[in-house]
């Protein structure tokens, strides 16, 4: 049987694709029930605290930098959503004297417009949010050196090439409402991907590039980081991609409750736990990585339910 056109954009893929038996299963969901969803491989942690959420997300930082050594440089990749993890690494890097001398940072993503990535001088650039939220408030004596620090931003394949020379102890992310992490977001629904999404073996090939972006994706933008203002939001990014992510020792994601809804949080959980893996919900493929832990903020799993505002 076919499978239906979205309802959210007809020429893409997404979740509303999906076995209309799978998505009914993952709303009914409660939070309970996604608590026990871990099995091997795959961890779910909840917090009852944002302090402690943040915090939690925070201290992987310090725990993958405490890991390098001038033999063994070893790095986080993090994210632009969540930030409010970003001041509190700041914090704890300058308050455990913490050397970053042989430790590394990867930025997961940056906007891209005119086919050149943005300058740091744009309201939405990813670097100029890391920087001003995390490693400009870090002491100068503390600091990694300038060259530790990886923006997709130039030379791509040299950025992807990085994940083969240091150890990725950890990537983070966010989930979008289009259900990816980074910017890797479904694919249009256009040429051999007419009928079908790529399967995820095909998928899973993509490495660092310039994304295409759904539109879910745009309009998620400007509603969390520009007020609404859809037209300030470029319509493509570079971004980390599965290749990369899968050198990672580790993925952990980070589930706040502000870029994604209950009812996502729910589905991927629900696919991750039972193995079902489908590039039309990018994040789904991350049940194929043998080491992921989702982290959920309590009050933020909510319920999916009519509720009339």
Known sequence: ???????????????????????AEAARLTAKDLAKMGRDGFVVKIYDTIEDFYLAEALEYIDAWRQATPDNPAGICGPIGPTEQLPLVARLVNSLGLELHDAHFWGMDEWVQAGRPVAVDHPLSFARADMELCFNRIDRRLRMPADHLHFPTGDL????????????????????????????????????????????????????RVVDLHPVTIIQNARTS???????????????????????????IWHAGVHDNPFGMRLT??????????SSVPMSLLAEHPNVQFNFYRPAIGTVAAEMH
């Open 269 to 278: 959980t629900l696919m991750i736990s039972r193995g079902i893996a489908d």
């Open 1 to 23: 049987m076919a499978r239906p056109l979205s309802k959210l954009a007809p020429a893409w893929w997404d979740y509303t694709t999906l076995d209309a038996d799978l998505l």
């Open 226 to 252: 520009g007020g609404g203002n859809v037209a300030m939001v470029p319509a493509q990014a570079a971004s980390v991609g599965p290749v990369e992510t899968w050198k990672a020792e580790k993925v952990s």
């Open 157 to 208: 394949a040299g950025y992807s090439k990085l994940y083969d020379q240091v150890r990725c102890v950890v990537m983070q992310g966010g989930q979008g409402e289009i259900k990816h992490w980074a910017f890797n977001d479904p694919l249009p629904r256009a040429g051999k991907w007419k009928d079908a999404p790529p399967p995820p073996a095909e998928y899973r090939k993509l490495a660092t």
